[in-house]
């Protein structure tokens, strides 16, 4: 939990003669922890999150890019899985609830703001919503603005689990707003048993589909 334990640990792997490490640590330290294997000679691979400058997103055409890669990488498209969840839902809702109005469709997009591999996933679900129904409004990266009844349930206001997720959905579920079907992408299954909790003690089980990226806990429960 420590950055700076985590950099000099760097180092002294280094001193200890090793020729190579693999990093997994806090994604927006990538910055510094590469520069840091650089001074000490040391090669790296990034593990489960990309090695960005998250500081700099910006656009290539179309697709969203969320900051230059310090190295090749060959693991998770965050924002694709975004997508992916809500190429999903759409799908469920299309084939469930074909009759039901857009405007009384609500997307509930559930992540962890502080782990930006988390976030990216909820970009890309709110920028494929958006190419979707662009009637209800265009993606804004600003988190505050988003398509008409799309949230984004931001876990940082509690703990990164089950429980925040639960709570954060029941609040947004009750009070619809004219919604009657929802549609969740959650960052992981825990996030999204939170979500389906919500459902069930709200009555809306029938009328809500959860979508999550990775776990077996949710198919289990």
């Not at 992916?84 to 759409?90: T, V």
């Amino acid at each position: 939990g420590s950055a700076d334990e985590y950099l000099s640990a760097i180092a002294t792997f280094a001193d200890q003669g090793y020729d190579g490490l693999l990093l997994d640590g806090d994604s927006n330290l990538y910055a510094r922890a590469v520069e840091v294997c650089n001074d000490v000679g040391i090669t790296w691979i990034s593990c489960m999150s990309q090695a960005r400058d998250y500081a700099s997103p910006y656009m290539m055409g179309d697709a969203y890019i969320p900051g230059q890669l310090f190295g090749p990488n060959v693991g998770f498209n965050n924002t694709q899985f975004g997508i992916d969840m809500i190429d999903k839902l759409e799908e469920w809702r299309l084939e469930n609830y074909p009759d039901v109005p857009i405007e009384k469709v609500g997307v509930i997009s559930i992540t962890y703001s502080v782990a930006v591999q988390l976030f990216e996933r909820a970009t890309g679900a709110e920028m494929r919503w958006a190419e979707l129904h662009p009637e209800l409004g265009a993606y804004d990266p600003d988190p505050t603005k988003n398509p008409t009844n799309f949230y984004i349930a931001d876990t940082i206001s509690g703990s990164m689990d089950q429980v925040t997720a639960q709570n954060l959905v029941t609040q947004i579920m009750s009070n619809p707003k004219g919604v009657e079907v929802w549609l969740i992408s959650a960052a992981f299954d825990d996030f999204a048993m939170g979500a389906a909790n919500a459902a069930e003690n709200l009555g809306l089980t029938d009328k809500t589909c959860a979508v999550c990226i990775g776990g077996s806990n949710l198919a289990l429960q």
